[in-house]
């Protein structure tokens, strides 16, 4: 079996590109239900002996605080058990097909957002704009400015009005870049008549034309449309070891911006996960079915917040604030947690769910082109 895969290169006006694949050696997995327990005791007594650190498991991450954490500190039953099944066979350099002007759908997209390239955001914000909707113990439900956000951290005092009633945040296109990186890459859509594929496991896929590998790479092409630079990172991060996906990713990240100082903008881009597989929040714009978008923020961890988390959040305000009047219904409430989903690494960081498992990738293609319209709008030049 083979995975096609691609690593972009740092661009100018043409991008090179690598393609490369994953080989699969099926011969060496293992029954991993069979080794389970042994595994798992095995892990646990292994960091207890080796780190002080703590360790904050989640449904779909492991983090870890205070560490430069190595894949031997921290390691899922997956990697465990497949680690050596993956193996990278490099082919030739080709060059890649400049930019086309978009389809039919993306330019009605493009048409929404024309209208709006002076306007502003943040302007004179009162502190009756941020209303507490709902709160207990488990989280606190706002209204900023029109924008629905649920909080979910142990921090129910974000200054909103602070962030509200800053210098709002513009770029430009001569200097500053986007990086994208995935670090769910497996994650993947429902088939359709377009987009018709075979499941690794339920709603994922290995296979690079069809995960969210794909998705970056449609957001890097939507945003060099309109002259934005990127650096597309599609190394894959939880193939055969999804619970350190996390700690796989921030290498990436780190690796990235201390090679490159012009990455002004970070984007981890996912598909929501949830327990209903068909569920397909989208919205529909001139005639065309849009899969929804949703911003998660980590602020860190109660007592250590993240130094970026004001920086973060007021660049997500920026843009969900934006899209209510471009694009209204694009956005879910933003979601924020005690965490940090490599937020924590530079400025200007967040996390974008793109649909969710029942979406179409059609749809999850179409609501890049509108993000792509959103943050082109924060470049002034």
Do not use: W
């Amino acid at each position: 079996m083979k995975i096609a895969v691609t690593f972009f290169r740092k661009k100018r006006k043409k991008q090179k590109i690598r393609n490369s694949y994953i080989s699969i050696d099926t011969s060496n997995s293992i029954n991993i239900k069979k080794y389970e327990i042994l595994i798992v005791l095995f892990i646990s007594i292994f960091m207890v002996l080796n780190s002080t650190e703590l360790v904050y498991l989640g449904s779909n991450i492991i983090e870890v605080k205070n560490i430069d954490v190595s894949k031997e500190k921290i390691m899922s039953l997956n990697s465990l058990a497949n680690s050596d099944n993956y193996i990278f066979k490099e082919n030739e350099e080709v060059e890649e097909v400049q930019v086309e002007a978009g389809t039919e759908e993306e330019l009605a997209m493009d048409k929404m957002a024309q209208e709006y390239k002076d306007v502003t955001v943040f302007n004179g914000v009162a502190s009756e704009d941020i209303k507490i909707v709902t709160e207990n113990e488990n989280y606190q439900k706002l209204n900023v400015c029109g924008v629905e956000i649920t909080n979910y951290s142990t921090n129910r005092d974000i200054d909103f009005e602070s962030i509200l009633n800053s210098d709002e945040k513009f770029f430009s296109k001569s200097v500053d870049e986007v990086l994208l990186y995935t670090t769910h890459t497996s994650e993947s859509y429902a088939n359709s008549e377009n987009y018709k594929f075979e499941y690794t496991s339920p709603r994922r896929t290995t296979d690079g034309n069809y995960n969210m590998l794909s998705v970056a790479s449609k957001l890097s092409s939507n945003l060099n449309s309109k002259g934005i630079k990127t650096v597309c990172s599609l190394t894959p991060h939880d193939y055969g070891e999804y619970n350190s996906a996390y700690t796989n990713s921030r290498r990436t990240f780190e690796a990235q911006v201390a090679q490159d100082p012009n990455i002004s903008i970070s984007i981890d881009v996912h598909r929501d996960a949830i327990e209903d597989l068909d569920f397909a929040p989208k919205t529909e714009f001139k005639g065309y079915s849009v899969a929804s978008l949703m911003l998660v923020m980590g602020i860190g961890y109660d007592g250590e917040y993240n130094k970026y988390y004001m920086e973060n959040l007021k660049l997500a305000l920026q843009i969900q604030i934006l899209a209510n009047k471009i694009y209204p219904g694009l956005f879910r409430p933003m979601i924020i947690r005690n965490s940090v989903y490599n937020q924590d690494i530079k400025s200007n960081s967040f996390l974008v769910e793109v649909g969710a498992s029942g979406n179409t990738l059609d749809e999850a293609k179409l609501a890049t082109r509108c993000l792509a319209n959103l943050l082109n709008i924060l470049y002034k030049d």
